[in-house]
């Protein structure tokens, strides 16, 4: 049976670590690094950002995720790339074309987009270190609807959920609706 563990995990470049692979999980990042997205090891959380690269819903948001990261560095955030297609050589230059900071992890085969829920893209999840989802939704108001997005974002949902937890505060809202792309 182990051999076959072995095998998914080379082929799949994600590995389960023991009995329970909801907390276990390690992607490879584009870099070749390996990752726990849902264990933030001494960060307060990791921070989930289901993306696909050919959304432009997704792509629009690139500037504002760098800058979210950056002003919230004791949490551990992730680009989640959710198209079962995407290559890591493509991976990595939508990441150089769109200046993406985070570390990126491709999903192809949905394990975080179902254990997260994840529905569209962009779609901010916040997971806390006993792999309990504090926050779900969008990362603001920036669309009002698909292909209507807003002159400025008014409600900055996941930097005050950020905020809140980095205070030691629960969030004021735990989920939202996330308008983006359809994760299919």
């Given at each position: 049976?182990?051999?076959?563990?072995v095998?998914?995990?080379l082929?799949?470049?994600?590995?389960f670590?023991?009995?329970?692979?909801?907390?276990?999980?390690?992607?490879?990042?584009?870099?070749?690094?390996?990752?726990?997205?849902?264990?933030?090891?001494?960060?307060?959380?990791?921070?989930?950002?289901?993306?696909?690269?050919?959304?432009?819903?997704?792509?629009?948001y690139?500037?504002?995720?760098?800058r979210?990261?950056?002003?919230?560095?004791?949490?551990?955030?992730?680009?989640?790339?959710?198209?079962?297609?995407?290559?890591?050589?493509?991976?990595?230059?939508?990441?150089?074309?769109?200046?993406?900071?985070?570390?990126?992890?491709?999903?192809?085969?949905?394990?975080?987009?179902?254990?997260?829920?994840?529905?569209?893209?962009?779609?901010a999840v916040?997971?806390?270190?006993?792999?309990?989802?504090?926050?779900?939704?969008?990362?603001?108001?920036?669309?009002?609807?698909?292909?209507?997005?807003?002159?400025?974002?008014?409600?900055?949902?996941?930097?005050?959920?950020?905020?809140?937890?980095?205070?030691?505060?629960?969030?004021?809202?735990?989920?939202?609706?996330?308008?983006?792309?359809?994760?299919?």
């Amino acid at each position: 049976m182990w051999f076959l563990c072995v095998i998914f995990c080379l082929t799949a470049g994600l590995c389960f670590a023991g009995p329970e692979p909801s907390s276990n999980m390690v992607f490879d990042d584009l870099d070749g690094l390996p990752r726990r997205p849902l264990e933030p090891g001494d960060k307060i959380a990791s921070v989930l950002i289901f993306y696909w690269q050919d959304c432009p819903v997704s792509n629009s948001y690139a500037p504002e995720l760098n800058r979210i990261a950056a002003n919230h560095t004791n949490f551990a955030f992730y680009i989640v790339q959710v198209d079962p297609e995407l290559t890591p050589a493509t991976a990595r230059e939508h990441a150089r074309k769109f200046d993406l900071h985070e570390p990126i992890l491709l999903d192809t085969q949905h394990l975080l987009v179902k254990l997260a829920k994840a529905t569209v893209t962009p779609e901010a999840v916040v997971v806390g270190k006993k792999g309990k989802i504090l926050y779900r939704g969008r990362i603001d108001d920036g669309y009002a609807a698909l292909e209507k997005r807003r002159p400025a974002a008014t409600k900055h949902d996941l930097i005050e959920t950020l905020d809140a937890l980095a205070a030691g505060r629960p969030p004021k809202k735990t989920e939202t609706k996330a308008i983006g792309c359809l994760i299919q």
